[in-house]
């Protein structure tokens, strides 16, 4: 029988990899045939623009990397499972990136696998690492990385897509492991919206329209909505709250002293503490550096670590919604049990 101690998972490092050049709300706005201040009122003073070589698995590899030169106690040959938590967009159709990751980091012993859930994957992650490590004695370390650069998927120029303007490029990486007695666990929350699964998502590259001569180049490669009123009610109405709710059950009765919140506008992200009953102060805004997706939580727990927002013994909550639309929340307990 495994001792209580032996079955808490902690967050032993992380790494986070964003491109080094940047799209303005100035250079958007032109793009986009809005003004300036349009754009900044969707939360982006600028984003992370990839270069050729940001591809999603590059991108996770080097915040892989970052993660095990954070740390001497895991090793690459350590690790007993991959998983990829990055986007369903990455360098290559029906190619498994975890085992591509597992293959260039050095991962020689263990089994990998992919998740996808939309900006929530990280999340996910995490949850499915614990549930890992708690069925299966053989299980100690677990490598959580991914990549994203959806912001190739969205037309600028598309209205009705405007809200996924700040789709940024970045990898991100969390090494979890077994009895890690800093960083822990406590719990995880997860809310889809069912009705609205078919609302937003890219027409093109699947079996139901596969690229052809004919429709290359063509809308059918970006996001589209389908229902473009509904989605601008449903965002009004339900994206903020949803958010809230979810980081409120996974709190389970904790106030957060920090709250590692995805990309949103000014307006929704005052929206989101306010329900939360934090300052601005307790939760990094992200207009510098656009939405990152499923690595927009590591993002945040970055910036807060390093301007001192957080510090040993908070609880926080990590806090993440994407089109689904699905949420995820996840409450660590940062540093020392």
């Given at each position: 029988?495994?001792?209580?101690?032996?079955?808490?998972?902690?967050?032993?490092?992380?790494?986070?990899?964003?491109?080094?050049?940047?799209?303005?709300?100035?250079?958007?706005?032109?793009?986009?045939?809005?003004?300036?201040?349009?754009?900044r009122k969707l939360?982006?003073?600028?984003?992370?623009?990839?270069?050729?070589?940001?591809?999603?698995?590059?991108?996770?590899?080097?915040?892989?990397?970052?993660?095990?030169?954070?740390?001497?106690?895991?090793?690459?040959?350590?690790?007993?499972?991959?998983?990829?938590?990055?986007?369903?967009?990455?360098?290559?159709?029906?190619?498994?990136?975890?085992?591509?990751?597992?293959?260039?980091?050095?991962?020689?012993?263990?089994?990998?696998?992919?998740?996808?859930?939309?900006?929530?994957?990280?999340?996910?992650?995490?949850?499915?690492?614990?549930?890992?490590?708690?069925?299966?004695?053989?299980?100690?370390?677990?490598?959580?990385?991914?990549?994203?650069?959806?912001?190739?998927?969205?037309?600028?120029?598309?209205?009705?897509?405007?809200?996924?303007?700040?789709?940024?490029?970045?990898?991100?990486?969390?090494?979890?492991?077994?009895?890690?007695?800093?960083n822990q666990l406590i719990a995880t929350?997860?809310?889809?919206?069912?009705?609205?699964?078919?609302?937003?998502?890219?027409?093109?590259?699947?079996?139901?329209?596969?690229?052809?001569?004919?429709?290359?180049?063509?809308?059918?490669?970006?996001?589209?909505?389908?229902?473009?009123?509904?989605?601008?009610?449903?965002?009004?109405?339900?994206?903020?709250?949803?958010?809230?709710?979810?980081?409120?059950?996974?709190?389970?009765?904790?106030?957060?002293?920090?709250?590692?919140?995805?990309?949103?506008?000014?307006?929704?992200?005052?929206?989101?503490?306010?329900?939360?009953?934090?300052?601005?102060?307790?939760?990094?805004?992200?207009?510098?550096?656009?939405?990152?997706?499923?690595?927009?939580?590591?993002?945040?727990?970055?910036?807060?670590?390093?301007?001192?927002?957080?510090?040993?013994?908070?609880?926080?909550?990590?806090?993440?919604?994407?089109?689904?639309?699905?949420?995820?929340?996840?409450?660590?307990?940062?540093?020392?049990?």
């Amino acid at each position: 029988m495994m001792e209580e101690d032996q079955m808490h998972i902690g967050i032993v490092s992380y790494g986070l990899y964003t491109p080094g050049t940047v799209e303005t709300a100035e250079d958007m706005s032109l793009r986009a045939g809005l003004t300036s201040e349009e754009v900044r009122k969707l939360g982006i003073e600028c984003k992370c623009r990839p270069a050729k070589d940001d591809q999603p698995v590059a991108m996770a590899v080097k915040a892989a990397k970052q993660a095990f030169a954070g740390t001497e106690d895991v090793r690459p040959e350590d690790v007993d499972v991959v998983i990829w938590t990055g986007e369903e967009y990455k360098d290559y159709i029906a190619q498994t990136p975890s085992i591509r990751l597992q293959e260039e980091v050095g991962c020689s012993r263990a089994w990998a696998f992919d998740l996808v859930g939309q900006n929530v994957t990280s999340i996910q992650g995490i949850r499915v690492a614990r549930d890992l490590i708690a069925g299966d004695e053989t299980i100690n370390t677990v490598l959580l990385a991914g990549g994203t650069r959806n912001g190739d998927l969205v037309d600028y120029a598309n209205s009705d897509t405007h809200f996924l303007l700040a789709s940024s490029a970045s990898g991100g990486a969390l090494l979890l492991k077994r009895g890690h007695n800093r960083n822990q666990l406590i719990a995880t929350a997860f809310r889809v919206d069912w009705d609205m699964s078919n609302e937003v998502y890219v027409p093109g590259g699947g079996t139901e329209i596969p690229f052809s001569e004919d429709n290359l180049n063509s809308d059918i490669m970006f996001y589209q909505v389908q229902h473009p009123e509904m989605v601008r009610n449903y965002l009004d109405r339900c994206w903020t709250e949803a958010l809230s709710e979810t980081a409120v059950r996974a709190l389970s009765g904790f106030s957060p002293d920090y709250v590692a919140l995805r990309h949103l506008s000014p307006l929704q992200r005052a929206a989101v503490l306010d329900l939360l009953g934090v300052s601005s102060d307790q939760s990094a805004a992200l207009e510098n550096w656009g939405c990152h997706g499923t690595n927009d939580v590591i993002l945040s727990l970055d910036l807060g670590l390093k301007c001192g927002a957080i510090k040993d013994g908070f609880h926080v909550v990590l806090v993440t919604g994407g089109i689904g639309f699905t949420y995820a929340a996840a409450l660590i307990r940062w540093g020392a049990a």
